[in-house]
């Protein structure tokens, strides 16, 4: 601690200068890609990355965050010592659902925030520092972590050991989502829950609360505006064209009610879930992580088939690509589509086309889980997109081919590095009808 106590002294003193230069050195050896780093000054505490030089001129203006102590997101390594000298046995359903893995899991959610929480105390936060005039406060991403953190602190009533407040809310919801439980059932769920409890109890009182808690943790969905006949998407260039340029149909639905005239619903949205940022949550977490370097590591080379990874198409795609099959970690996909009528017989005018990524660098047992499939794209509208369904895979398309060409740049919780992570298209999942429809 103490060849970094330049942390704690002004910014216009030679000794914080020469410890500058001492932490850009040691990240440049050690997490410097493409010759970016991460950024731990108080303006963008880590969720940035730019050049060496660049870095350096924000810790000077803006200053270093004075709970960055153990530089975990440049490579340093930490030294975690078990609790030994207790005989208490540990209670398996206490383990899963106790505060600490709730800890484990938002450090998982946002690593770039994780190095300062130690024990579940926050020393990268607003409070335990003192902020000067020339600092700003945390971005939307720090501060969701910090009050997270402070519920997964926070008992869920004063004498529970079990849970936090946090991981109660996480439990519930969970079993929400996997059970199909209805908002009203679950409305009066929480407050059979708030009867039982002790008076004083911090548990969410109805559906509103609960979404708008959980949607700190939920990934991005984009919104994208369809023509109703599949012509085009109204995104990018076409994003402020009120009519399509093939066929002039309007992208919103004719307003037949006199009191809602000035609110216009639009005719066809496709819901877009980015790829990207999917992807990176594989590698966040440690377990995850492993497992993504599976089809390279832990697969047995045998000649038997028994998952994609054996396969003539992988080994002949693998010896024209080497550069990308040096990582096991740069990703392998599948692509799965299938359009249905969840009205059943009830109405034949309704179509719904879901668009699934498999992961092909997991195991068997765990890429055909329903828990690892990872959903792109919904179309939806009053009839199949047959063959404009290319129109609404351009998002999909273009991501993948970023992914492909430039790659992005993401945490390895194993490692505790950053890579350039790559991915491929390697396969299609679908009926034979569909082999006219897609674009391939």
Known sequence: MEKKSWMTMRRSMKEYVDGVNEFLNFASDNTCIDGLIGSPCKKCWLSKYFKVDMVHDHLIYYGICQGYTIWHAHGEKVNSTPNVGTNTPVNDEQSQEGPSDMHTMLQDIFPMFAPGVVGGVLEMGVEAEAVDDNSQGPNKGVQKFYNMLKDAD?????GCTKHSRFSAIVRLWNMKCLGGWSNNSFVELLEFLNELLPSGASLLKNTYVAEKYMSDLELECVK??????????????NENRETCMFCQTSKWKQNTDTNRRNKRSPANVLHWFPLKSRLQRFFMSSKTASHMKWHAE???????????????????FHSQHNDFASDPRNVRLGLAVDGFNHFGNMSIYHSTCPVMLILYNLPPWMCMKQLTFMLSLIISGPSSPS???DVCLEPLIAELKELWEVGSLTYDACSKRMFTMCAVLMWTINDFPSYGDLSG
């Open 298 to 316: 832990g697969r047995t080379n045998d000649g038997v088939l028994r998952h994609l990874a054996d396969g003539i198409a992988r080994k002949m």
């Open 224 to 237: 994208i505006l369809v023509c109703p006949n599949g012509c085009i998407l109204f995104r990018k260039n």
């Open 154 to 158: 926070e008992t869920l009533y004063e």
């Open 387 to 389: 063959m404009k369904i």
